[in-house]
Structure formats: structure tokens, C-alpha cells
């Protein structure tokens, strides 16, 4: 048993541990492995006022002891979750292999929040890992998830990040650390997975009454609350697919256990953004086939929900073919809801107002220049708004010209103006995003114990649709043609 603090808690903690309440099968009851040194390198303040916690009478040592895990909050009941996933399209058990949910902390405007450590040691679930987690791909989970936050897409934020003063191995030795992962839940398609195959066949059912009682309790009493949710779920993945396709975001890793049934981006492993345009970009080292390239994230996101449909079936009717075809029927819509949900983002980002039937060429038409010519991504929409970007002779290419023409033609429909283009436009494309070369310059001065970079570009990302003095200093495109890859072994 971990130690607990015992003075009264004025930070505000308060601890509603639900999901220890469910089948013991869906998780095991221990504690964060205790670290030998921890010291705080970064905390969220902004975060830790959204969830109503007041730090500022904590010193730094019992933020360290309480982020580290050495010291847990009052109330706390830490587990490690239970889960199946696919990987790479094939089916494994797994769970919290170097996680700890800390417990479901209810801040004082009654929002539910899950605290979970990760690398924080080994659990039932760590298979041959280490339970632990190096300093820089805590960082970059933190620097990523919060620009995700801060460009309006769903994703579990990050509220510390601990060094924990002990050595992990990787290819080399690295600098341990723990990160505090904040989620609306942990709850995956591969928890549903998990149910599935659990021995006791009510375990399914008592899990879908836990999730739609936490997440969606309106759907409770409707006719059929499991295709329900698999609709909800589904539009959810769909504005957020969309989301990630509108900045560039590639998620790298999208197993069926790192899709949430909340809609929250999760599990930023080899995850990156895409400078050049080029459909086929893949960032994670071991994705040889593509799986998850840039291109295929709208099909993989299907795909995933057709598992997640799968482990629904019983609940959806006793008739399983039934059931089947209830199920197939929601799954079938997802092409023409994410195609319109696509073409709708297209449209904000190029300012387009109204419904024109060349809109469709006009936008397949400057993707296909973007990646004939290698086109940087976000900084063409930049161009597009007028911002003065730094390698811009490119846009005076004659294809782009004349696209351009034709675009400016277009704009004029639809009582458009200028100034609605304009803001429309500024509303959706980023001046700034998390560009791998940047995260990894600043991660590489982190790891060697200057955080300043770090904080520089953190706090650009905290505005990412405005302009700021020190935004043009991240907006150059990566310079070499090195193919950027992010590894796995995070
Ligand atoms: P991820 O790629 O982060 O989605 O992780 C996939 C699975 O591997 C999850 O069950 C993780 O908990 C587990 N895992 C990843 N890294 C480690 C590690 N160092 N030690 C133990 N388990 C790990
Ligand atoms: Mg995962």
C-alpha cells in the first residue's frame, strides 16, 4: 500500500473511484511503483485550475512526491486497467502495462476527471516492459497533447511530468519519468474487447451500463441503447479524424486500445504532424505497410469501429443477425458522414461559403499541386491568408497561380466578402503547429536540462490561430529531406 497524504488535503482533491467498482476481472487493485529521486520538471497550472486544484501552499518536494506517485492523494484507489486491443490488426491482450489510474478526481464545478501515472512501474499487464517511461517521449506527450488541446481537438491532457532520478533502458540509457495523463475516462474500444472474452458473460453488459452512465446518460432509456452509442461513437470518431486530417496531425499507432469511446485523441507514441503535403505520410518507425499513414486515418478510424460494433452485438439483439445488420447498417454511414464532414472542414479552410459544384475539383485540385510540388501543409493555408511565411517563392509556381485564380473567382459566391473569407479561414488553419524538428530540438535541450525552449514553443501552441511575436520563429517547414520517423520504443 502506497502512503497516503494525511494532513488535510486544501489542494481540493476529491475522489470518486467508480471504476473500481466494476468486475474484478476489468483491472488490478496496486499502486505506482515508488521512484528513488523525483523532481517536477513541468506542471500544468492552467490544467490544475481547470480542475479546480490549488497547488500554490505545495512545495515543490511534495509535488514531486505526489506526481511521482511516492505520495498519493487522499481518496486515491490506484489500479491498473484491464484491456485487449488490435495491434496492427491482430488481436492481444493487454492493459495498463506501465499505468496507474490514480483514481476519478470530481473537481468543485462537478467535472469527472481520471488521473493516471504513466511509468510508473510494472503491473499484471507489462508483459516483458519495464513498466517505465524516459523523459523525452514524456515531453513530447505533453508538448503534443496540450497543442492538441490549444488547436480545439479532443485529447486527455497532460498536468506534470516528474523525472523520477532512476536510469530506464532503451537503446541506450535514459532519464526516467512519470507523466500525469488526464482523461474524461480511460475507456477504449479494446476495453469493450477486453468484455468480451471475459468468462463471465455479464461483464459485457454491467461495462456498457458503467460507460453510458459516465459518458452518455441520455441514451440510457432510448429504444436501443447499444446501436446508440455505436452512433455516437462513431460521429465522435468522425469530427475527430476529421480534426487531425485539418491540422495534419498523424496519430502513428491507431490499435483499437488507443481509441476512446469518449472521442479524445489518446496515446501519443510516434505521433507527428505533416510539414510537406503527401497523403502517404507515415511517421512511426515499425508502420512498414502504411497502415496508418496520413491518408488511410478516415478507413483505420471504420475499421476500429467495426471491432467496437463487433463486441456490441450481444447487446444489440438476441438475434445475432439480426444484430448484425442493425450493426452494419451504422457502420455503413460512416463513409458519407466522414466525406461530408471532410468537405465541410475543406471549405473553412479555403473560406469557401455555400455549396458550388466545382468545389469538390478546387480542393482535390490544390492537394494534388500541394503534393505534386511538396508543399508545406499548414503554411499554404497560411499563404492562402495572406501571413507573411518565410520560403514562399514556391507559390509563384504558374499551377499555383492559376489555381489561385480560380479560387479568388470562387470566393465572390454566396455574398461573400473578403473579411468572412478571412475569419472563417483564421478559424481552422493553424499559424503554428508542433512541427518534428522543433519538438525535437527543444526535447534534446530538455533532456539536458534546459527547459526554456521548451516553455517558448509551449507557450507559442497555447495560441495557435494568432499571431505572436515569437510565432515565425516555428513556422519553418523541416529543411532536410531526412525522412522524419518517431520510434515505438517510448
Ligand atoms: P501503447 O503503444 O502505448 O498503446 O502501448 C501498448 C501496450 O504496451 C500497452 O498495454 C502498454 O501499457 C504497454 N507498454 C508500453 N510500454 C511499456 C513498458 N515500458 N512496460 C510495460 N508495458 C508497456
Ligand atoms: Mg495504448
Redesign the pocket.
Known amino acids: 500500500m502506497n502512503k497516503q497524504h494525511s494532513h488535510i488535503d486544501k489542494v481540493g482533491w476529491q475522489f470518486d473511484n467508480t471504476y473500481t467498482k466494476l468486475p474484478d476481472s476489468m483491472f488490478s487493485k496496486l499502486g505506482p511503483t515508488p521512484v528513488k529521486a523525483p523532481k517536477v520538471v513541468i506542471f500544468n497550472h492552467a490544467l490544475s485550475k481547470e480542475m479546480r486544484l490549488d497547488f500554490s501552499n505545495t512545495s515543490n518536494e511534495d509535488l514531486a512526491l505526489t506526481f511521482s506517485g511516492n505520495l498519493l492523494p487522499k481518496g486515491s484507489n490506484t489500479i491498473a486497467q484491464a484491456y485487449a486491443g488490435h495491434q496492427f490488426g491482430h488481436f492481444t491482450m493487454?492493459?495498463?502495462?506501465?499505468?496507474i489510474v490514480v483514481g476519478e478526481h470530481i473537481s468543485k464545478n462537478n467535472k469527472r476527471f481520471d488521473i493516471q501515472f504513466k511509468g510508473s512501474g510494472?503491473t499484471p499487464?507489462?508483459?516483458n516492459?519495464?513498466?517505465?517511461?524516459a523523459l523525452g517521449p514524456m515531453l513530447r506527450e505533453y508538448i503534443i497533447s496540450e497543442a492538441m488541446h490549444n488547436l480545439g481537438i479532443p485529447t486527455t491532457r497532460s498536468l506534470a511530468v516528474v523525472k523520477t532520478g532512476e536510469t530506464v533502458m532503451r537503446e541506450t540509457p535514459l532519464q526516467g519519468a512519470v507523466l500525469t495523463r488526464v482523461a474524461s475516462s480511460h475507456i477504449r474500444v479494446g476495453t469493450f474487447q477486453f468484455t468480451i472474452i471475459s468468462k463471465d458473460k455479464n461483464d459485457l453488459k454491467t461495462f456498457f451500463d458503467y460507460t453510458i452512465e459516465r459518458h452518455y446518460p441520455h441514451i440510457k432509456n432510448s429504444k436501443n441503447p447499444a446501436i446508440e452509442l455505436l452512433k455516437i461513437v462513431t460521429e465522435k470518431q468522425i469530427l475527430l479524424i476529421t480534426d487531425w486530417m485539418r491540422v495534419g496531425f498523424i496519430h502513428g499507432?491507431m490499435?483499437t486500445?488507443?481509441m476512446t469511446i469518449s472521442g479524445e485523441t489518446i496515446?501519443y507514441?510516434p505521433c507527428a504532424f505533416m510539414d510537406a503535403y503527401d497523403p502517404e505520410t507515415v511517421f512511426s518507425s515499425i508502420d512498414h505497410h502504411g497502415r496508418y499513414a496520413y491518408f488511410n486515418q478516415p478507413s483505420i478510424a471504420r475499421w476500429n469501429l467495426e471491432r467496437f460494433a463487433e463486441s456490441l452485438i450481444p447487446l444489440i439483439d438476441d438475434n445475432k443477425d439480426k444484430a448484425i445488420e442493425m450493426a452494419t447498417e451504422v457502420i455503413n454511414t460512416f463513409a458519407e458522414k466522414y466525406k461530408k464532414s471532410w468537405f465541410e472542414m475543406m471549405h473553412k479552410k479555403l473560406g469557401l461559403l455555400g455549396d458550388n459544384s466545382k468545389d469538390e475539383y478546387l480542393i482535390i485540385d490544390l492537394l494534388s499541386w500541394m503534393h505534386q510540388n511538396k508543399a508545406d501543409y499548414t503554411n499554404t493555408f497560411c499563404f492562402l491568408m495572406n501571413e507573411n511565411i518565410q520560403e514562399n517563392k514556391i507559390y509563384q509556381n504558374q499551377g499555383f497561380v492559376s489555381w489561385k485564380q480560380q479560387w479568388q473567382e470562387r470566393l465572390k459566391l454566396h455574398n461573400n466578402s473578403q473579411e468572412k473569407s478571412l475569419k472563417l479561414m483564421r478559424s481552422v488553419n493553424p499559424l503554428v503547429i508542433a512541427r518534428n524538428h522543433k519538438v525535437e530540438e527543444v526535447l534534446k535541450e530538455a533532456n539536458n536540462g534546459d527547459l526554456n525552449p521548451f516553455n517558448d514553443f509551449l507557450k507559442v501552441l497555447e495560441k495557435p490561430y494568432e499571431k505572436q511575436t515569437k510565432t515565425s520563429n516555428y513556422q519553418f517547414p523541416v529543411l532536410s529531406e531526412k525522412k522524419y520517423q518517431t520510434f515505438?520504443g517510448?
Do not use: E, H, I, Q
Open positions: 493487454l492493459g495498463d502495462g506501465r499505468a510494472k499487464y507489462s508483459r516492459g519495464d513498466g517505465r517511461a499507432v490499435n486500445d488507443n496515446d507514441g515505438c517510448t
